[in-house]
């Protein structure tokens, strides 16, 4: 059991820091939606939010800053539902790679996933400002993105070719 324990601590902590940024947008976005108040002080959305619910255009700029912070969150969701297997496929198949070693993979995922994470809160306080100030966020998250599935694709298929022998074994 230690030594599975020690093969899974990398992306393990991968998938907190992943986690972590989803819940960083959750957080951001209920403060947002929270906030919008009318002048009695009630709040303008019922729970479960809904985007489409029709306010006062006096509370519109309220109404559109927490659909904004709503679309955030979807997002980071959304990326992290299509990421996080594509960074476990690189944890565990990456040794596989030729020149590749284990601890390569693993600092390079926990290297890997903290950007991520940094990118995701990057892109959600940015697009909490405005549309066009989430894009230094999503542009170095999708670069993350990209490298993972590159490198699970590659980790992959060296896996496989190994595994019914074509190179590699004896």
Known sequence: MEALRYSILAPSAATFFMIFGCIDAMKKQIEVRYACLDDNGKKLFDHPYSPWEKVDPKYQKQADDAHRAFKTYENVKEWTFLTLPLMWMFALFGGTIP??????VEVTVLVSSVVYMAANHM???GYME????????FLLRTNVAK????????SLLTAALERFCVIGGE
């Open 147 to 154: 490298f993972w599935m590159v490198a699970s694709a590659v």
């Open 99 to 104: 020149y590749v070693t284990d601890i390569t």
């Open 130 to 137: 405005s549309a066009e100030k989430r894009l230094t966020g």
């Open 123 to 125: 892109y959600t306080v």
